[in-house]
Nanobody
Framework: QVQLVESGGGLVQAGDSLRLSCTAS????????MGWFRQAPGKERNFVAA????????NYADSVKGRFTISRDNSKNTVYLQMNSLKPEDTAIYYC?????????????????WGQGTQVTVSS
């Protein structure tokens, strides 16, 4: 069992930056690939970024490539999402998720554990 807690969301202006954090409970964090997803009101939950369990491979949605960076610190049981050049269309609830696999996935259906989400609002 893995419990995930996101933090770092908030209200910012277009062009600003935010760093989200997701901290996992337990001592098995390094066994899990990690992903970030987001969900805007009335829309599906969409893939943002993912990172393999050792941090060696990352993947990004086209909409965030070059602006967002996913990273992890296994010694701190934490995965990060650095978000730069934020746009109003980035407004959503951001969720982190864990998958017990060597691979990472862009579909939320593969992920075993989810956090409660953190709100990111970008004003124009």
């Amino acid at each position: 069992q893995v419990q995930l807690v996101e933090s770092g969301g908030g209200l910012v202006q277009a062009g600003d930056s935010l760093r989200l954090s997701c901290t996992a409970s337990g001592r098995t964090f390094s066994r899990y690939g990690m992903g970030w997803f987001r969900q805007a009101p009335g829309k599906e939950r969409n893939f943002v970024a993912a990172i393999t369990k050792n941090g060696g491979v990352t993947n990004y949605a086209d909409s965030v490539k070059g602006r967002f960076t996913i990273s992890r610190d296994n010694s701190k049981n934490t995965v990060y999402l650095q978000m730069n050049s934020l746009k109003p269309e980035d407004t959503a609830i951001y969720y982190c998720a864990a998958v017990n696999s060597h691979s990472i996935y862009s579909s939320p259906s593969f992920y075993n554990y989810w956090g409660q989400g953190t709100q990111v609002t970008v004003s124009s």
